[in-house]
């Protein structure tokens, strides 16, 4: 099967910076796609953003200019750099990855277990 493992959430102060970490492992034949979901407390879990195998990138329209997803392949881990937080950041930030396991013929969503971001002074 395929896990997920995260890390870099935290505490930081308004206009400051975290680097998030999500490295998934197992027996994958392919991965299409990795990327971030955020759910902050009452609301419904969004796509904060994702990058494809091909280097695509999609982005939620409110962390554009502020947000960097970037992809190591060789590791099969995915990285979200967000700079200029704001107080609206505070999420719970959850890792997925959109693959295929080996012996599979289809391909589906993996989930992190979600780390805490808090935006607050």
């Known amino acids: 099967q395929v896990q997920l493992v995260e890390s870099g959430g935290g505490l930081v102060q308004p206009g400051g910076s975290l680097r998030l970490s999500c490295a998934a492992s197992?027996?994958?034949?392919?991965?299409?796609?990795m990327g971030w979901y955020r759910q902050a407390p009452g609301k419904q879990r969004d796509l904060a953003a994702r990058?494809?195998?091909?280097?695509?990138?999609n982005y939620a329209d409110s962390v554009k200019g502020r947000f960097t997803i970037s992809r190591d392949n060789a590791k099969n881990t995915v990285y979200l750099q967000m700079n200029s937080l704001k107080p609206e950041d505070t999420a719970v930030y959850y890792c997925?990855?959109?693959?295929?396991?080996?012996?599979?013929?289809?391909?589906?969503?993996?989930w992190g277990q979600g780390t805490q971001v808090t935006v607050s002074s």
């Open positions: 990058i494809t195998s091909d280097g695509t990138t």
């Open positions: 997925y990855v959109f693959c295929r396991p080996t012996g599979y013929s289809t391909s589906r969503n993996y």
């Open positions: 197992g027996s994958i034949s392919a991965i299409y796609a």
